[in-house]
Every structure is written in C-alpha cells, then in structure tokens.
C-alpha cells in the first residue's frame, strides 16, 4: 500500500474519534503517530474517514509486516479479517537477555536517581536502555512521561521498533527541541512565530551564501555555514570581523522569514527549557544513547531538563568530539 500524504486536519480528526489512543494497543498516541486504512487500498478499501485508523509507529510497523502478504494474495477469504481495525499479534513477552551488571542499571530502582553506564562497543549499551524503559513502564511510570533521546534519525527508528509502546517519546536532540517548539505556538523564543520553517542544510549554505555576497566576504558559502553553526554550538566561539557581519546577517534572515535552521532548534529548544517551566514537565524520566557525543549545546539541554530521574549510556572512548 503506498504511503500518500495527509492533510493535518484529517489526521487530528482520525485521531480525535479515537480519543486519542492508538487503535491497535489502545496507547496515548504519540506526536508521530500514523493514520492509515482498515482494509488496504490493494483490498479495495476506501479513503473514506470510516476506514481510516489512528496507530502508533511500532503498532503500524507491525500491522503493515502482517498484512502485507494478505495484500500480495489479494485473497477475498482475507478482506472479512481486514473489515476489523487491526490488533496486534498476542504472545509471550519478547525477552532481552541482559547480564548481571546490565540487569543491575536496567532495573535500579527509582529511588537510585540519576544513573551513567559506561560500556565499550558492541556490549549492549542501547539494549540496557531499552530495558531501562520496559522496566520504568513496569514500576508504575506513565509511558507519555518518558523521554529516549539518541543521535541519529536511524538509531531513532531502531529504538521505536524495539519498544513494546509506541506512547514513550523516542527521538534524536533536534526532533525533541522541535516537539517543544512547535507546542509554544506564538511564544516560540528567538522572534520566530508559529507555523515557523526548519532549514534543511541545503537551505542554510545556500542563506549562507546570500549573506556572504551581500557582505562582499570571500568565503565559500559552505565555509560561512560550518562557521556559523560552530559559533552556535559552542556558545561563546569568537569570530572576525567579517564572519561576524555575514553571522549577524544570516540571523536577521531566519527571523526575517520565519525559519530555525538546524542549530537554531537547539538553541531556541533550550531557551525555552530555561525560561518556560512546563516545557520541564513534559517527561519526568529522561533516557539518553550515546551520551559520549553530546555537544556543549546538548549538555546544557540535558541540564535544563533537570530530570530526577536520569540514564546515560555511553563510552568516553568513543567520543567524536575527542577524535576532532
């Protein structure tokens, strides 16, 4: 069945008829979730709003593996099981093997407070992780309150797909920062209104490089760029003269057309952790992957969370910031 886009307003309506909860294992739905139909379209299945459903992201994963065979057959014995919202399989819990020291951090209980573990490669970091947030679920803790934040887009599927909820809030720094932005509507920090645009970096060398010749500077819009995001992400790094025009120039830019480049998500995500206190009480428990290769930006964003209940996993020596 082919992914086509959704309007906004369809979505949240799909979503509203069912209060909210994933259709599949009845969850809070998370701020991804997907809407897709009852019975595929290869099973002649309408677009009508009647044959729409609202599903988290591990619930849809595995709806799509089961019924994809039934899609394949086009078998008309499949379409009376279809006509039902779909549910996931039932059986034994999927288990994850943990050694004794693994077994020690995943199930430490609440009380502990903030938690680091440090482990070499290839030893199960993440999978402690996971665990950590099974175990979390299992004492009692709202899965809507828990926050898993990793590096990249790839490693952010992989944990969702892990995870037996799809209401536990799992994404990288920038992903994060964005859900509290675009939860602030007119309040957004930085002069930026809501409905705001995020610069791709395509988007930021080529304003980078509108700055640059307005400037009469001699960089490289690709060098002006990779300037101007290291001056943002280690806060305080000082620049030239010229450098510091072409900067001053591109950030009047962004405000000027309503944009938040990479770096600014960041930035402004940690503006309003530090000067709106109910962004800190969106997640009371805060997981982060690789912690290693969190940036000083990153750090401080970790800080202003200001989580009682913390867990790092990560190595000290695989640091990127230790090899640059």
């Known amino acids: 069945e082919g ?9 949240n309506l799909v979503a509203y008829k069912q209060e909210w909860k994933c259709a599949a294992c009845a969850t809070t739905l998370p ?14 299945g309408s677009d009508t709003l009647r044959n729409l459903q609202a599903l988290c992201r591990p619930c849809h994963a595995r709806k799509t593996r089961e019924q994809r065979h039934s899609i394949l057959r086009g078998a008309a014995s499949t379409r009376k099981k279809t006509t039902e919202a779909w549910r996931p399989r039932r059986g034994p819990e999927r288990a994850i093997e943990l050694n004794e020291a693994q077994s020690a951090a995943a199930r430490a209980s609440l009380e502990v407070g903030a938690i680091r573990v440090a482990a070499g490669p290839g030893t199960g970091k993440t999978r402690v992780l996971v665990r ?10 709202k899965p809507w309150k828990i926050l898993a934040i990793t590096f990249t887009n790839r490693a952010m599927r992989e944990m969702r797909d892990r995870l037996e909820t799809g209401s536990v809030s799992v994404g ?42 307005a400037c009469n ?9 990779a300037l101007i995001s290291r001056s943002k992400n ?8 010229a450098t510091s025009a072409i900067k001053e120039r591109y950030e009047r830019e962004c405000v000027a057309r309503n944009a938040i480049d990479f ?5 402004l995500g940690l503006e309003a952790l530090e000067t709106l206190p109910e962004t800190t009480r969106r997640w009371s428990h805060v997981l982060v992957d690789e912690f290693q290769d969190v940036n000083p930006v990153q750090y401080e964003i970790v800080k202003a969370l200001a989580p009682s209940q913390l867990f790092v996993v990560g190595d000290g020596d695989q ?4 090899w640059r």
């Not at 640091?319 to 230790?322: D, K, N």
Request: aromatic letters at 6%; hydrophobic letters at 45%; charged letters at 30%.
């Open 132 to 141: 950590r947030v099974e175990e979390l679920i299992a004492m009692g803790v």
């Open 319 to 322: 640091a990127i910031y230790g």
């Open 217 to 225: 500077a001699e960089l490289k819009p690709a060098e002006a760029q």
């Open 31 to 44: 701020p991804d979730f997907e809407v897709d139909h009852i019975v595929p379209v290869a099973l002649n």
């Open 234 to 241: 280690t806060r305080g790094l000082e620049l030239d003269g």
């Open 263 to 267: 770096d600014d998500l960041l930035l």
């Open 3 to 11: 992914r086509r886009s959704m309007p906004a307003r369809m979505r």
């Open 172 to 213: 990288t720094f920038h992903k994060m920062c964005l859900w509290i932005l675009r939860s602030l509507g007119d309040r957004v920090p930085g002069g930026r209104r809501a409905g705001f645009g995020v610069y791709q970096q395509s988007d930021m060398v080529k304003l980078a490089g509108e700055c640059v010749r």
